[in-house]
């Protein structure tokens, strides 16, 4: 199984919104509604901030949504905060009982 | 409150096997549903799934590293462990365990969870001769 797809590198002024997309295949990302999405700020344990695509755990900020179309999931973060600066990492279960995770994004907050 | 917390050799050889315990605390292994995975990062590299164990002792095992992972499970210490063969320097990261949780069920339907929350501290494992 091939890594998802994300782009290295995104950045935003605080107050705007920004987007990390995640690309899969039919047998991970399209196959299923089990994409999560995980910030992992430096030197710090990666933390779940979207499961099932779309679900907020609690006591995370409604800042953050996620959506998917096709093979393509997205996480949204609006009112970009400094806070937000992190690395974001997707996952999707997969075809195979297994999940795979995609190549991370850096957020930077201009 | 679940917490994990990941122990282990911080050095190993080439070709040496790696064994990481990961203790947790706040669950139990043996109610349905529940998982334990291993999930490792290369220094400034991203996330690679590695492997999960099952409440039920099932598991599973990322499909290029299948031949030189075993999990396994003491429910009665709150412990899984992980070991890979054949260690070499491009196995350098840091090991994080994981708790799958136990899924959710909404009015209609139930729904197994495929995610990972919480996560341990890290370990990290350098392979060096």
């Known amino acids: 199984q091939s890594a998802l797809t994300q782009p290295a590198s995104v950045s935003g002024s605080p107050g705007q919104s920004i987007t990390i997309s995640c690309t899969g295949t039919?047998?991970?990302?399209?196959?299923?509604?089990?994409v999560s999405w995980y910030q992992q700020h430096p030197g710090k344990a990666p933390k779940l901030m979207i499961y099932?695509?779309?679900k907020r755990p609690s006591g995370v900020s409604n800042r953050f949504s996620g959506s998917k179309s096709g093979n393509t999931a997205s996480l949204t973060i609006s009112g970009l905060q400094a806070e937000d600066e992190a690395d974001y990492y997707c996952?999707?279960?997969?075809?195979?009982?297994?999940?795979?995770f995609g190549g991370g994004t850096k957020l930077t907050v201009l | 409150q679940i917490t994990l917390k990941e122990s282990g050799p911080t050095l190993v050889k080439p070709t040496q096997t790696l064994t990481l315990t990961c203790t947790f605390s706040?669950?139990?292994?043996?109610?349905?549903?529940?998982?334990v995975g291993w999930i490792r990062q290369p220094p400034g590299k991203a996330l690679e799934w590695l492997a999960l164990?099952?409440?039920?002792?099932?598991?599973r095992y990322s499909p290029s590293l299948k031949s030189r992972l075993t999990i396994t499970k003491d429910t009665s210490k709150n412990q899984v462990v992980l070991t890979m063969t054949n260690m070499d320097p491009v196995d350098t990261a840091t090991y994080y365990c994981?708790?799958?949780?136990?899924?959710?069920?909404?009015?209609?339907?139930?729904?197994?969870?495929?995610?990972?929350?919480?996560w341990g501290q890290g370990t990290l494992v350098t392979v060096s001769s």
């Open positions: 994981a708790h799958r949780p136990l899924g959710y069920c909404s009015s209609t339907s139930c729904y197994q969870a495929n995610w990972f929350d919480p």
């Open positions: 706040g669950f139990s292994l043996s109610t349905s549903g529940v998982g």
């Open positions: 164990i099952y409440w039920n002792d099932d598991k």
């Open positions: 039919s047998s991970d990302v399209g196959g299923y509604n089990y």
């Open positions: 099932d695509v779309s």
């Open positions: 996952s999707s279960y997969t075809s195979s009982s297994t999940w795979v």
